[in-house]
């Protein structure tokens, strides 16, 4: 029995129905680029010192006086969460003695900042920090509030799978995406920092789930040739385009409120898109809607100007196949068989330590030196010949040791990161964005080569199950980010470690350049390592077949 990719080849690579398909997914994912890095401005946390009472009774030597001194980063700075305790300063400010003359400083009794806090306006004018004061003992909610929001992305990678496969991608696309708007609108409303942190995580569920939607319907309508372009140059740069405009918008507004509902409005203008972006014709079939699925491809074949053949699903290959598509799947079937399931486990390794690594050096760019919106904005900027160059590998190397060596990269370069001097501020920055780079790279290659290995019954359970694992990973993140204020360099070899043992587990995983997608889970190719045995009595074949035997006898004409 022909395959999809044959019985729909009459439609060609890149007619007006794939450019069309192409661009207006890939648009869709813009917004995308807002939402997972947003916290940085949203939850910024500027330089803070403990506020005094209207009424203190305090002459301004003393009151200049009031906070000790600690080293931070290096430099001599006001404490942010301790001052000298007000009674005794108001006693000796009416004795009129002075501080550090008369007083030893080091020698008085200190507080926690009973009366507020002060926030420098420099950067961030207000953000849910300054809002809530999220700072001291309650400073492990501002990165809750980032963990809290892959917690949703995790639980929308759970459940998207299951609902797309079910219920179509386009339908769960749409519904996703008025998830992430709907609930984004509400935030802006949040009385607390409870409320919005809730909301953050529906809009994680939202988000991510719309973004491996329309990733797998790109991937299951476009062509071979297309499908490579779409996953990198189309999905990853305008995700790259979104994550750009982050910083600029942040620039530009500087209240958390007002830069949330710029980042909320242009999910709006997908809207339209319903009426336009058709469902897969792959899933319609596995569904055994055969008609649907002809219907979409005789719409293709008139945009595309192309005459379809009289009849496109011969009913007696289909009358075949309709037992099987009629099967129902579930996350149990990425673990039926051992081939299956070595390779679900070694995506969730894979997809875990990737995304460690790439939200872990994302959210890190307000640490770095310099001004935040500019190394947020290279951030962004690196990953655009991150996204072609991995375009030039899909389209002309194996996966495997693309994804290896762009591993490889990324993880040495963090590792090196340590041998440079702390006055050389510039090249550790340089270092940061080239491992930015190579683990950007292997981001955008890890989602083709993931579905190319996951067969169409299951694609998007499998790549839905390998971005739930990613997630578990970004919520990690900022974390790993948090391990800087104890030792600046032991986040850079946590990650740097991590990324090159991932590099080399990668190369166990087959290699799928130049298969056609696999249909069934039968279908599916060999980790490596693993072998088929057949039996003695039966036909001897040849070393072509034992590596790839279903692939080679489901694509025979």
């Keep these: 029995m022909r395959d999809y990719e044959e019985l729909s080849a009459f439609l060609g690579e890149w007619g007006p129905f794939q450019r069309l398909v192409f661009f207006l997914l890939s648009a869709s994912i813009v917004p995308n680029g807002f939402n997972g890095i947003s916290t940085v401005f949203l939850a910024g946390v ?45 006693n000796f400010s009416a004795r009129g003695l002075r501080p550090g003359t008369d007083v030893d400083l080091a020698r008085l009794p200190q507080e926690r900042c009973l009366d507020g806090w002060e926030y420098s306006r420099d950067i961030y004018h207000r953000t849910i920090v300054t809002q809530w004061n999220l700072v001291c003992d309650d400073d492990w909610k501002a990165p809750l509030t980032t963990s809290l929001f892959f917690v949703g992305v995790l639980i929308g990678s759970f459940v998207s799978g299951q609902l797309s496969d079910k219920f179509g991608r386009k339908n769960v696309l749409f519904v996703t995406m008025g998830v992430q708007t709907g609930f984004s609108f509400l935030q802006v409303f949040s009385i607390n920092w409870e409320m919005f942190s809730m909301l953050f995580v529906l809009v994680g569920m939202g988000q991510i789930s719309n973004y491996v939607a329309a990733f797998v319907l ?33 620039y530009f507004i500087r209240d958390w409120r007002t830069l949330l509902l710029a980042l909320t409005l242009p999910g709006l203008l997908c809207i339209p898109l319903w009426w336009v972006i058709p469902e897969s014709p792959r899933w319609l079939i596995s569904q055994g809607r055969f008609q649907e699925a002809e219907m979409i491809l ?35 079937d990425l673990l039926r068989t051992r081939n299956i399931r070595s390779v679900t486990i070694m995506s969730v390794i894979l997809w875990m330590i990737i995304s460690v690594g790439y939200f872990g050096l994302s959210l890190d760019t307000p640490n770095l030196h310099g001004d935040a919106y500019l190394n947020c904005f290279l951030s ?51 270092l940061v964005m080239f491992g930015k780079f190579g683990i950007t790279s292997a981001f955008s290659m890890v989602y083709v080569y993931t579905a190319e290995l996951y067969p169409t019954v299951v694609r998007n359970m ?3 199950a390998s971005s739930m694992a990613s997630r578990l990973g970004s919520i990690l993140s900022p974390y790993f980010v948090y391990l800087g204020a104890y030792d600046r360099f032991l986040p850079y070899i946590l990650m740097g470690s991590l990324t090159v043992l991932t590099g080399i587990l990668t190369l166990f995983l087959p290699e799928s350049y130049g298969i056609p997608l696999p249909d069934t889970i039968e279908q599916m190719l060999q980790v490596k390592g693993i072998k088929y045995r057949h039996s003695s009595s039966g036909p001897r074949v040849s070393k072509d077949e034992e590596e790839r035997p279903v692939i080679l006898k489901s694509t025979a004409v």
């Design 380 to 430: 962004a900027v690196t990953e655009v010949p991150a996204y072609v160059i991995s375009w030039l590998l899909l389209k002309n190397l194996p996966r495997r040791y693309s994804v290896s060596a762009a591993l490889f990269l990324g993880g040495c370069v963090l590792l090196f990161i340590q041998l440079v001097p702390a006055s050389l501020q510039i090249m550790s920055i340089i």
């Design 462 to 464: 499998g790549v839905g």
């Design 218 to 250: 790109g991937t299951e309508i476009l062509g071979k040739s297309v499908r490579i372009i779409y996953c990198t140059l189309g999905v990853c740069i305008f995700y790259a385009f979104g994550y750009m405009l982050l910083p600029l918008f942040a």
């Design 298 to 332: 005789r719409k293709a074949a008139k945009l595309n100007r192309i005459t379809a053949p009289d009849v496109i699903f011969d009913p007696v290959e289909m009358q075949d196949l309709d037992s099987q598509v009629q099967q129902t799947y579930s996350f149990l």
């Design 46 to 90: 500027p330089e803070h010192h403990c506020a005094l009472p209207p009424g203190a009774n305090l002459s301004s030597a003393w009151a200049n006086a009031s906070l000790p001194r600690e080293l931070r980063g290096g430099r001599d700075v006001p404490s942010r969460c301790r001052r000298y305790r007000l009674a005794e300063l108001a």
